[in-house]
């Protein structure tokens, strides 16, 4: 039985384990995480390399499986789903940013944008992918490929790609752990305030603590677990 503020949250995480194989035995990457993201909130979710941070997020988005536990995406358990059936989950609804960008090295700032709309059946692909980008401040950009981008130009356009779709959750794995002080500062300007903007629910793993402390609630990992869901701001 699920509380009842669960209840239109895009994330739920409940007793969530995730054990790997290794050559010296099992390793439990995840200990029974809770986690739950509302609807519009901004969640920080800090600790130590290796604690786990990266890989809650991959369960969280349904990219691997957990050992145990039940992850709610949009209301629907993962459990219950192929890999298939959660991809089209997340496609529209979840958006992720990473820290290495993952732009399409062939592909132009603009045709990164629109080929996932395209892939939607988005009819106005094009000309949207063209506004998020202008939002941005990527309209000068648009013809450039990522290897004639500067990293914070390139982690721009991610964040056009994330949100060009309407998702109501951005996960954002260490988006400004490539960039210089200033760029990082700026992209993280832009992410609040377009996730702000568009409603988007916000979880973002960082080890920045000024990041941190701009967010609604920080969640602190240690050794697989969330040990410290206090609010951000008292």
């Given at each position: 039985?699920?509380?009842?503020?669960?209840?239109?949250?895009?994330?739920?995480?409940?007793?969530?384990?995730?054990?790997?194989?290794?050559?010296?035995?099992?390793?439990?990457?995840?200990?029974?995480?809770?986690?739950?993201?509302?609807?519009?909130?901004?969640?920080?979710?800090?600790?130590?390399?290796?604690?786990?941070?990266?890989?809650?997020?991959?369960?969280?988005?349904?990219?691997?499986?957990?050992?145990?536990?039940?992850?709610?995406?949009?209301?629907?358990?993962?459990?219950?789903?192929?890999?298939d059936a959660r991809a089209r989950l997340r496609r529209g609804r979840v958006?992720?940013?990473?820290?290495?960008?993952?732009?399409?090295?062939?592909?132009?700032?603009?045709?990164?944008?629109?080929?996932?709309?395209?892939?939607?059946?988005?009819?106005?692909?094009?000309?949207?992918?063209?506004?998020?980008?202008?939002?941005?401040?990527?309209?000068?950009?648009?013809?450039?490929?990522?290897?004639?981008?500067?990293?914070?130009?390139?982690?721009?356009?991610?964040?056009?790609?994330?949100?060009?779709?309407?998702?109501?959750?951005?996960?954002?794995?260490?988006?400004?752990?490539?960039?210089?002080?200033?760029?990082?500062?700026?992209?993280?300007?832009?992410?609040?305030?377009?996730?702000?903007?568009?409603?988007?629910?916000?979880?973002?793993?960082?080890?920045?603590?000024?990041?941190?402390?701009?967010?609604?609630?920080?969640?602190?990992?240690?050794?697989?677990?969330?040990?410290?869901?206090?609010?951000?701001?008292?």
């Open positions: 039985m699920y509380d009842a503020s669960e209840t239109g949250a895009p994330l739920v995480m409940r007793d969530v384990w995730l054990t790997l194989r290794s050559g010296a035995g099992p390793v439990e990457i995840l200990r029974g995480v809770d986690l739950v993201v509302q609807a519009g909130e901004r969640l920080a979710i800090v600790g130590p390399s290796g604690s786990g941070k990266s890989s809650l997020v991959a369960v969280a988005a349904g990219l691997e499986p957990p050992t145990r536990g039940e992850v709610r995406l949009m209301g629907k358990s993962l459990a219950r789903l192929g890999e958006a992720l940013v990473f820290q290495s960008f993952q732009l399409l090295a062939n592909m132009t700032a603009h045709e990164n944008v629109a080929a996932p709309l395209e892939i939607a059946g988005e009819r106005d692909a094009t000309e949207r992918a063209r506004q998020w980008l202008e939002r941005v401040g990527l309209a000068h950009r648009l013809r450039h490929y990522p290897h004639q981008l500067s990293g914070g130009e390139q982690q721009r356009v991610a964040l056009a790609r994330a949100l060009a779709a309407g998702p109501r959750l951005l996960l954002a794995d260490e988006p400004t752990g490539n960039l210089d002080q200033e760029n990082a500062r700026s992209v993280a300007d832009l992410m609040f305030a377009l996730a702000t903007e568009t409603g988007a629910a916000l979880a973002i793993v960082t080890h920045d603590e000024a990041l941190a402390v701009r967010a609604d609630r920080v969640a602190r990992m240690d050794d697989g677990r969330i040990v410290d869901p206090v609010p951000a701001r008292a």
